[in-house]
Nanobody, 124 residues
């Protein structure tokens, strides 16, 4: 079965850090560009970050630039999102998605696989 599974979410205080993982099962993540998305209650899903197939190109939403870092370890079939200096407005369900392309974009269309999401809550 083809799956993407996010993990690493949880409750963290403002200014804290979390590292999310996106692990692939049933397919080789190295053949896909990856995007991270998030959706807060009552809000539209928004792109957070994306990374090219090789990891050589990354993009970030303005709201997270300088605080979040996307990376991948194709040998482990896993993509990561390191989130630092977290703010309450970062609270959302975070999803990873895989696109069979070299590059991806910060828009939700065109992705082949989606994970189930992991909750990130930033609160004091």
């Amino acid at each position: 079965q083809l799956q993407l599974v996010e993990s690493g979410g949880g409750l963290v205080q403002p200014g804290g850090s979390l590292r999310l993982s996106c692990a692939a099962s049933g397919f080789t993540l190295g053949y896909y560009a990856i995007g991270w998305f998030r959706q807060a209650p009552g809000k539209e899903r928004e792109g957070v970050s994306c990374i090219s197939m090789s990891g050589g190109t990354t993009n970030y939403a303005d709201s997270v630039k300088g605080r979040f870092t996307i990376s991948r370890d194709n040998a482990k079939n896993t993509v990561y999102l390191q989130m630092n200096s977290l703010k309450p407005e970062d609270t959302a369900v975070y999803y990873c998605a895989a696109k069979h392309a070299y590059y991806s974009r910060l828009e939700a269309t065109g992705y082949d696989y989606w994970g189930q999401g992991t909750q990130v809550t930033v609160s004091s």
